[in-house]
């Protein structure tokens, strides 16, 4: 595996503009090696409401912020810690598998994912203690 | 082609709702014969300002409100005329290729849009009398 594709990174997004409002698109084109299997949204968050708080063996995901604002953490295997804020609809941010993923919302936020498998629990680590000893393995 | 599958339908789409607020997920289990190679989303547009305005030779989509009312108006070859309102993110329209479409905002509105392929500005018929004359001919 290439291991530029292991670090999460900022992807600005190509939005269509004019005077009946944005358009702003992801397609495979834009990160080659990605293939949409599922797409989820979180709506009705309560304020500094924290999701995600797994990792994903396999799956990579792209996370967009269309309203408001989330704060997210992520922790690699090396144990860098990253954090973004995303408040822009034509931001994407790419996370690959094994990252603790921390995300922090602002009231009224919608937060989009999309993922390059298909549903399977048995794709998340979901216990911190369990990603830590990967980290201690790393 | 299966019939069926050329009209237009309401998806009841899976939320799983918690303290934490709700997360809803379209997969390609939801409809099997669909296939997500490209995802846009439209925001900032003005209260009652219209989108669509064409129809897809080949496209599907699945049109997802996250927030706000739009209505959707589709033509069909057949001229068969269908209005649906959506406001809630766990509903979803599945549209046919050969439909015209127009989609009509409510100020903050955010429309999610599912697409079964990839951009090609050659699967659209933008020009309405084109269309009509497909209907003529249908």
Chains 1, 2 share one sequence.
Request: one cysteine or more; proline letters at 3%; a negative charge.
């Amino acid at each position: 595996m290439n291991n530029l594709l292991e670090k999460p990174m900022l992807l600005h997004l190509e939005t269509k503009s004019n005077s009946l409002g944005d358009l702003t698109f992801f397609e495979n084109q834009v990160l080659p090696f990605f293939e949409v299997k599922r797409v989820f949204w979180l709506t009705a968050v309560p304020d500094r409401g924290k999701r995600g708080l797994h990792a994903h063996i396999k799956e990579k995901q792209v996370l967009v912020c269309l309203q408001g604002t989330v704060t997210v953490r992520l922790e690699a295997l090396s144990r860098e810690k990253l954090e973004y804020k995303l408040n822009t609809a034509n931001k994407g941010l790419y996370v690959p598998e094994m990252h603790w993923l921390e995300v922090e919302f602002s009231a009224n936020s919608i937060l989009l994912v999309l993922c390059d498998q298909e549903f399977s629990e048995a794709d998340y680590i979901r216990d911190k203690r369990a990603f830590e000893d990967d980290q201690r393995k790393y």
